[in-house]
């Protein structure tokens, strides 16, 4: 059993001095424990119309904290879901890329060869393409509004890059010695990749993850915005946004509590990335 | 070099072929069509509009068509703006997204690159915390949120700049806008610089330009700067594709009547031509200026050509 503690311990050990980092940790939790849990807690759900306070600043009204919007909607609530389905679908569509692109890239560096040519011929191709552009052709085509078809939209972009990173990772393991001895075993390739290959891959493409969801978080905003995300009335922090530019100049905190709420989200999660990055890799600072 | 070059440009052709190819059978395979929305539209009278605009035939041959267009130059008629086509369309807009992206590209490069290598130079904790805290706000503020805010702040409060629109030959509607999709950019590249710079500047061979006593200024100017450069130009490629993607929005958000709209409008219309003629306009420009971020690439640094 090969004892991978130096690596791992080793990155512990920065991560945990590393304040930004834990700062960011921290945020995250909150945000995402206030996201799952503090809806509860409040009177109104996210599509309440409240009649009596429509388009109220941020504690003036009964039990509107961040205030409501156009419609009478307590905008605390509607942020928060926004925050928990952003989060929710990000790491939805993280995950299958994720999978995908490990796939991918691991039997491509494996295979090697023209298999290997060919495979990463396919994801260079891809990769010409302004990804918004592919995303918006799938929203647009294929259901708007469809949760399941957005994560998917959004996946189907994001695992072009994990494929590269896995690809160039394999070829690298490809050469070790332990490698050469389960084939000289007889231990059939399929074992091969998975039992060795993909454990060992996980490091990089870990770091990778905590870069990968913010970035789904962006693109699923910006769809959002343009209308082809997250339809009314569900929250997303993308069509928050957007509705609260439009009432820019009358009710400013529309636009800036979905705002800051993204701003934070985004921030804590590439502080986090960056830190699990530096902790594996500190050679980058 | 210059052989490499076109022998790149040539490669170009079959990656765009590639492009058209998949975009056309994911358009084409997607459910409705374009004229699901025809008031009062007898299945009679949708079969002939099919038939005029030869949407009845097998799909092959419909492919085949539209390459022999596109060999033309000839991108097809729009079938929801019927008076115009495609190639009319994509041209009135393209002048404005154009001057948007590139006015986008300069300023933030004239603006990250020399504030990088002042940070790298200027060396203080201070300055290094300010500018990791800039960096980290340039990659969580999207150009959806930039926007607005600049807008609430310039437009609604201060008054100095209109909020959106676009009018002809007034490029103060043209301020918001460019600075939205420039400062990420700009903060991206400043960072970038910075961190490559420092890097450079503690290699052995600028040491050893300073032993022989080369000036300070010299050392930076014709030893440092070049090889500092490098991921900076090679940054280059998914920056114009940042700005490309990001001028979608930013006409979205600032009522430009650039080519944005049409990509995002015409997948919702399912009007084939035109989405077909932005993929193929948006996806060639994409590719021409990543190749020209690769020569720069190989001009700063000839030995990335050898790989």
Request: glycine share 18%; no cysteine; proline share 14%.
């Given at each position: 059993m090969s004892s991978r503690r130096g690596l791992w311990s080793d990155a512990r050990r920065r991560l945990r001095r590393d304040r930004a980092a834990r700062t960011a940790l921290v945020l995250l939790a909150v945000m995402a424990l206030a996201a799952l849990i503090a809806p509860v807690f409040s009177?109104?759900?996210?599509?309440?119309?409240d009649w009596q306070h429509l388009a109220r600043p941020p504690?003036?009204?009964?039990?509107?904290w961040l205030g409501t919007d156009r419609l009478g909607r307590d905008l605390l609530v509607r942020t928060l879901y926004g925050v928990r389905l952003s989060l929710v679908l990000a790491i939805l569509a993280s995950a299958v890329s994720l999978l995908i692109g490990v796939l991918w890239g691991a039997v491509a560096g494996l295979a090697g060869g023209r298999i290997d040519g060919a495979m990463m011929r396919f994801v260079d191709v891809l990769y010409s393409l302004p990804y918004l552009f592919v995303v918006i052709i799938l929203t647009t085509l294929f259901t708007r509004g469809s949760l399941i078809v957005l994560a998917l939209a959004l996946a189907a972009v994001g695992w072009l890059t994990t494929a590269r990173i896995v690809r160039t990772q394999t070829l690298a393991l490809k050469r070790r010695e332990f490698l050469e001895a389960a084939r000289a075993l007889g231990v059939p390739p399929h074992a091969i990749l998975l039992r060795h290959i993909v454990p060992n891959v996980l490091g990089p493409v870990a770091v990778y993850a905590t870069l990968i969801v913010p970035q789904m978080i962006l693109f699923e905003s910006f769809l959002s915005f343009l209308g082809l995300g997250v339809q009314e009335p569900q929250a997303s922090l993308g069509n928050l946004i957007f509705a609260g530019a439009q009432e820019m100049e009358s009710a400013p905190w529309m636009l800036l509590v979905p705002a800051v709420a993204l701003v934070l989200l985004l921030l804590s999660l590439n502080l986090l990335g960056d830190g699990l990055r530096d902790a594996f890799d500190p050679r980058e600072r | 070099m210059l052989k490499l070059a076109l022998r790149r440009v040539a490669a170009l052709i079959p990656t765009l072929l590639i492009i058209v190819t998949v975009s056309f059978a994911i358009i084409r395979l997607a459910?409705?069509?374009?004229?699901?929305?025809?008031?009062?539209?007898s299945p009679a009278v949708r079969a002939n509009l099919e038939r005029v605009y030869g949407l009845d035939q097998p799909l092959p041959v419909q492919y085949l068509r539209y390459l022999r267009g596109l060999a033309r130059g000839d991108f097809g008629p729009s079938l929801r703006q019927r008076d115009f086509t495609v190639s009319e369309l994509i041209g009135r807009g393209l002048p404005l997204s154009a001057t948007l992206g590139l006015c986008a590209i300069a300023l933030a490069l004239i603006t990250g690159i020399p504030s990088g290598i002042a940070a790298a130079l200027w060396r203080s904790p201070r300055a290094d915390v300010a500018i990791a805290a800039i960096g980290a706000l340039g990659v969580a503020l999207p150009s959806f949120v930039i926007g607005p805010l600049l807008a609430l702040v310039?437009?609604?409060?201060?008054?100095?700049?209109?909020v959106a629109g676009w009018e002809a030959g007034a490029p103060r509607y043209l301020v918001l806008p460019v600075l939205t999709l420039a400062l990420p950019l700009a903060a991206a590249l400043s960072r970038l610089t910075r961190a490559s710079l420092l890097e450079v500047l503690r290699a052995p061979f600028v040491r050893s330009a300073r032993a022989r006593g080369l000036g300070e200024a010299r050392v930076l100017w014709h030893h440092a700067l070049r090889p500092a450069l490098l991921p900076v130009a090679s940054y280059l490629g998914p920056a114009i594709a940042f700005v490309v993607t990001g001028s979608l929005v930013v006409e979205a958000v600032f009522g430009l009547?650039?080519?944005?709209r049409y990509l995002v409008q015409g997948a919702i219309d399912r009007d084939y031509p035109l989405v077909m003629g932005m993929v193929i306009v948006y996806g060639a420009l994409t590719l021409l200026l990543n190749l020209l971020a690769d020569l720069a690439c190989g001009w700063l640094d000839p030995g990335t050509w050898h790989e």
């Open positions: 009177p109104w759900s996210y599509d309440t119309l504690g003036t009204a009964a039990a509107h | 459910p409705g069509g374009p004229f699901d929305e025809e008031q009062g539209a310039f437009g609604v409060h201060l008054r100095w700049l209109p009547p650039g080519t944005g």
